[in-house]
């Protein structure tokens, strides 16, 4: 069973950055693919950034190609979505999720974090 914690979420104003972080309680955590997902209210959830489990393949939305970057550190079992130039349409409850394979398909991710709510102002 993987536990994942997300913080980093807040309030912040259109074109500024944040910094999202995703604490895994898995030992074999370099094992799994992370991915990152949103889902803003009214709207599905949707795909943001995944990267394996080496870190070697990342995948983006289009939404945010440019703007947000995916990694991960093994040794402190954490991923993390740095995210600038942030858009008012980026808001969004922010979630983190572990996979076996890195996809854009939530429904190949099998463990989910609880979510940190991310507010850009405009």
């Known amino acids: 069973q993987v536990q994942l914690v997300e913080s980093g979420g807040g309030l912040v104003q259109a074109g500024g950055s944040l910094r999202l972080s995703c604490a895994a309680s898995?030992?074999?955590?370099?094992?799994?693919?992370m991915g990152w997902f949103r889902r803003a209210p009214g709207k599905e959830r949707e795909f943001v950034a995944t990267?394996?489990?080496?870190?070697?393949?990342?995948y983006y939305a289009d939404s945010v190609k440019g703007r947000f970057t995916i990694s991960r550190d093994n040794f402190k079992n954490t991923v993390y979505l740095q995210m600038s130039s942030l858009k008012p349409e980026d808001t969004a409850v922010y979630y983190c999720?572990?996979?076996?394979?890195?996809?854009?398909?939530?429904?190949?991710?099998?463990?989910w974090g609880q979510g940190t709510q991310v507010t850009v102002s405009s």
């Open positions: 990267i394996s489990g080496s870190g070697g393949n990342l």
């Open positions: 898995e030992r074999t955590f370099s094992s799994y693919a």
């Open positions: 999720a572990a996979a076996s394979v890195a996809v854009r398909s939530p429904g190949e991710y099998g463990y």
